[in-house]
């Protein structure tokens, strides 16, 4: 796919291009002869001779020469039509800007599209879309009015009628922009296609994503990682509408049950190192602190401020947000010893008081940007009788030249402090209304600088049996099976080399007896049956049963449940060897797939609070090591794990191997829709899973 | 007290007026006089004969006139020396803008002050702030330079500085204020008493607060309860800095170690039906909102937009804050139908199109407001081409002149909409930079407007022994004893009868054997001695032991724990009743005493897991019943109390007895530093108390 062809066009032709005006089809005409596209422009119109000076052509094959660019805006039906001719004349990049395609109940018709472009490698934007702006070369290949300015964003939007409101915030707020892009319905160039070739363009330094859903999490993060980790990191910053919805389908399984909708997406992002923010305001806020700052190389701020106040509250978001506040070295507070009066505040933040003219201002500022101790500032001023609140702006606007740390700024106020807001705006320092606001985009600038980890590779084991878990699924895939129920499940674990007690399957009471002297110590039943999900809750679990009681001890159970639900088809007893594993915490893992995305694995506490305090955390399969040991750290059993008071660590390792069995599983077997394993028990020495249950797709 | 003399003087003396342009003395005669104050102004300066054509005073006893508001501005030397003749003079309101007390460690100097003050029943506002302001009258007692439009927001601030930005915002954003109070060191008059004030004036509709410390919990709630509960419910906005503060002191409690310097003051407002906000953007964003709005009856909000995208987000933030989309009656959609395009989306979020006019707007608009199910709107533009943004706006306007339900509003974009937005800012229609602001503010009212719950009565329980508690204090008092564990804390718990099992204490194996036998059951042995917290980390604590193994077991206990540390002194071993309580869930009950604001108590899951989870809810002693349940649901582990899966309810009605004799003890004695139940059993049947200890003040 050749995306230069659709963002970088020699020439355009656009089919569809009307003579009516204040239609589409007249619109992105207009826009690109007006925006002064500098390429060729043929429009293509069988009725029409002349449109804003241009030729019209009947067909696109009656353009004679070479043509990048076809932007499509006739109607659905007709668009294949349409797209014979344009992969006669061999075009490369194709926008279709019409509507009434997948989004319109046509599922059939958006296939055949991409059919056609998937056959002849042609790139697609659309169908359904506003189309695409390139501010860097004026070419405005949409219907949006305005272009925005030009600059270092690349924002991708999956709401067309959102691009409008964000090109007018972008004037407002002195935003640049190298591409806009409104994706539609993303039939063949996806998000992380785009993410692909804005990590190569050298005029995108941000990235910023509106996005309604996403499909394959392992495509998107892949993409992600490169471009948010190359050479010239660029940061994604990500806004996500549907998070509030309620998860999709209800499900059996714990996993299922507690990887919500918005779950499986707030993985992805901080899996993919993307920043996800909350509301719109955030992400302007986010997009002029990231796209005029170098990165920080720490997170010690230095907050300068003439009151009080204000600069407490800036303090309080700054440590919410992870940074910290500047220990000021010894020979930074001599300085500003000298040049501030005696009551001034000169522990960080930094109260030069309500009388600091500009002068006291930019003296501080210098001084703090020039202690090693500093990696970023913020500035906030109030407006107070004397302040020189023009000339503070210039103090700032001159040190900006001289430092490579970050200076973010807040001016509080309102018509006293426009005039300076504007000139640091146009000086490219984000000035933002709130000094909270501030430090919370700094803070995200600084945690994307630092926490760019490198590459890792995913969990590879060489011993499991991947053979055998395919001839399970064969096996099962031949009768219709879905369900694998504990005593299969540990067959498709087994093969995969978890961790696992010895345990057989008793059909009669005889059969118990014979099993449970095999095995020789205290043993677990587990009643087996198809219609029995909880276990406990009917009586089917028995622990510690003595071997010489196992036959006796089997008939109880068989009868208990037989009077509980006597509906249930009962298969047998498995009967597990009891684990001695004092200390042991009960954990749950597990896979749950997500058809647009991909398999979610989980890990958790389990036992009895694992749905009161819903102690879990969820990355997408593959996962690296290093990964799985995030995981474990976000989630709060994590202390339990390292060893709370009196009581020894367990053996962590030995649950991320489990983790990394598990990714592999999920990877190797797409199919599977869902797993639980739990317990699975942690103790000092090693992990053990004790049961499990497993669903497949057909 | 006489507040009203500070806010609302017939006549005002500056006491240290001065003829020196820029200074303080001289900016606040200027302010009253230029600001266009109706009332008497005598400015006292005995080297001066008049100033800004008023005649100067000598001193204030040479002015014949009555004296409502002494502004002081002299030295804090010499603020004495004023405050006799002032005393003289009987003034009964005071400002004392001068600094150099408290805050500069004149401790001593600020307390002459409320002694004065105290003795003379003088309301006095200071020292150590900006002064005062009342714009309804005209009245600019404070050297900010300029005054806020008049409306119905009174602004209480510890930050003087902060006041200037806020005055200079309220301008632009049309925000208009009754009182606008600088605090400063609150000697006198602190947040407690002006919002008794406040509750009463007729222009305050809203109130909101900054706020850097408070004292005494129980007196601001009282007065917090009587505004916003009042007959003219009046919400309290408050900012808190100082919120990331890591907690004042390390504690060797549970309840200690939980309850950080935040969530004393997260309780503290919660209790108080304060609306806490996070960011300073976020309290002006309440403030327009709450201002300009009526309360809303209902939670469900019908959200009317032209752009899918920011319909979506915004529906995030109302279901994310708590407030649901309205399902809309029948025949609402039939109306929407007739005049709404095929294709628009008439479910709430109801998107009328990119292509919609003012008229469009205008119609659903009326639509919606009509319709019974709708509580509030939150109306969404962004400019698209043939948006009519001015016009939607005044339909907007004439809309809000027909309808009491709330209309938020967020035009999004920049200079396209900055007109509009202007136009309704002036009709006091609330219209925020984005959808999602819009949203949070509208919960923020809705949640104010429902959750007004009526004063309910402090727990108090008859069959306490107080006397037999002041005994055991009096005594320790007595010997400069301060710490009680366990077996003295028992005696506590026990004269306010919470439920405690049998115990005894032995000091020989003797008499263990002996005891033992007198309790008849399993014993639980735990050792005794000052030097040890944490018994189980030393082999303390024994369980389950049969009576006639009780002297061995004895040995046993004190042979190990003089092994492991052999330099604790040892007092014996407390044998308890071992309770039996199948199913039963250990929590933990404490009090932590704030120095500032007084008793927190603390409610919360106990056992292994306390540390980890960290599930615990806080409440300023004196609770209600109602408040106590509504600690116990702020728990995770509330849903173990009212049964989760296979598991019968505990009796949630104990532990709520629990916490109310808690409280009672708390409130009875104040010098209760830190307490802890931990646990407390409970189970389907009861609660009961197995270990306690207690520290007290002396």
């Known amino acids: 796919m050749n995306l230069n062809s659709i963002f970088n066009p020699k020439s355009i032709a656009i089919i569809g291009a009307s003579t009516q005006v204040g239609s589409v089809g007249n619109d992105v005409v207009k826009n690109l002869v007006g925006e002064g596209y500098q390429g060729k422009i043929y429009p293509v119109n069988p009725k029409a001779t002349e449109l804003y000076g241009l030729k019209c052509y009947a067909d696109i094959l009656k353009i004679k020469n070479k043509v990048d ?289 500009a002068q006291r201002y930019q003296a501080a500022m210098q001084i703090l940007a020039g202690d090693k101790n500093v990696d970023s500032l913020i500035i906030i001023l109030t407006p107070q009788t004397s302040t020189q609140i023009k000339e503070t702006a210039q103090a700032i606007i001159a040190l900006k030249k001289q430092t490579k740390k970050p200076i973010v700024v807040s001016f509080m106020g309102g018509d006293l402090v426009i005039e300076a807001v504007r000139a640091l705006r146009r000086a490219k320092i984000p000035a933002l209304a709130f000094p909270e606001q501030a430090a919370r985009s700094l803070a995200a600038l600084t945690k994307f600088s630092l926490n760019r980890s490198k590459v890792s590779r995913y969990f590879s084991f060489a011993d499991v049996d991947k053979k055998k878990v395919e001839k399970i699924f064969a096996a099962a895939h031949a009768r219709g099976q879905t369900f694998f129920p504990e005593y299969e499940a540990l067959e498709i674990l087994s093969a995969y080399k978890f961790p696992l007690p010895k345990y057989y399957i008793a059909t009669s009471a005889a059969e118990a007896d014979k099993v449970a002297k095999k095995i020789g110590t205290h043993l677990a039943f587990k009643i087996i049956s198809p219609d029995i999900v909880h276990k406990t809750d009917v009586g089917g679990v028995m622990l510690n049963v003595e071997p010489a009681q196992a036959g006796k001890k089997y008939n109880e159970m068989i009868k208990r449940i037989k009077k509980q639900v006597p509906t249930a088809r009962l298969v047998g007893v498995l009967l597990m060897e009891m684990v001695k594993a004092p200390g042991g915490t009960e954990f749950i893992l597990g896979i749950n797939k997500d058809s647009n995305l991909g398999s979610l694995l989980m890990v958790g506490l389990g036992g009895t609070y694992v749905e009161v305090f819903k102690d879990v955390s969820f990355g997408f399969a593959p996962i690296s090591e290093q990964y799985a040991l995030k995981m474990l750290k976000r989630l709060k059993a994590y202390k339990i794990l390292t060893g709370t008071r009196g009581r020894n660590p367990l053996a962590v390792n030995s649950l991320i191997e489990c983790l990394g069995r598990l990714s592999q599983l999920a990877t190797d077997f797409p199919e599977i829709k869902e797993l639980d394993i739990n317990p699975l028990l942690v103790s000092e020495k090693g992990a053990m899973a004790l049961d499990g249950r497993v669903v497949i797709e057909l």
């Open 69 to 357: 660019l076809a932007i499509i805006v006739v109607p659905a039906a007709v668009v294949m039509t349409v797209m014979d001719q344009v992969v006669q004349k061999k075009v490369p990049g194709v926008i279709v800007i019409s509507a009434g395609f997948k989004e319109a109940g046509n599922v059939e018709l958006e296939n055949q599209l991409i059919k056609i472009c998937k056959k002849h490698s042609i790139a697609l934007i659309g169908p359904n879309c506003l189309g695409v702006i390139n501010p860097i070369i004026k070419m405005n290949a949409s219907f949006a009015t305005t272009m925005p300015p030009s600059g270092g964003i690349s924002f991708l939007s999956q709401s067309g009628a959102l691009c409008t409101a964000v090109i007018d915030y972008a004037h407002k707020l002195d935003l640049g922009f190298s591409k806009f892009i409104s994706v539609g319905n993303k039939a063949v160039v996806d998000e992380a296609a785009l993410l692909e070739y804005l990590a190569a363009d050298p005029h995108t330094k941000v990235v910023a994503m509106y996005v309604e859903q996403l499909r394959d999490a392992g495509k998107f993060i892949a993409a992600a990682k490169k471009i948010i980790r190359g050479e010239n990191p660029k940061p994604v910053i990500v806004i996500k509408s549907g998070r509030t919805q309620a998860g999709a389908s209800a499900s059996a399984s714990h996993t299922g049950a507690l990887a919500g909708n918005d779950v499986s997406y707030q993985t992805l992002f901080k899996q993919a190192g993307a920043i996800r923010v909350q509301t719109s305001g955030e992400m302007f806020d986010h997009l002029r602190v990231f796209t005029h700052s170098n990165l920080p190389t720490g997170n010690r701020v230095a907050i300068l401020t003439n009151a009080g106040g204000p600069g407490v509250l800036t303090t309080d978001e700054v440590i919410a947000n992870c940074l910290t506040l500047a220990q000021l070295e010894p020979e930074t507070r001599k300085k500003l010893d000298d040049i501030l009066p005696t009551c001034a505040n000169k522990h960080n933040p930094i109260d030069i008081l309500g009388d600091a003219p």
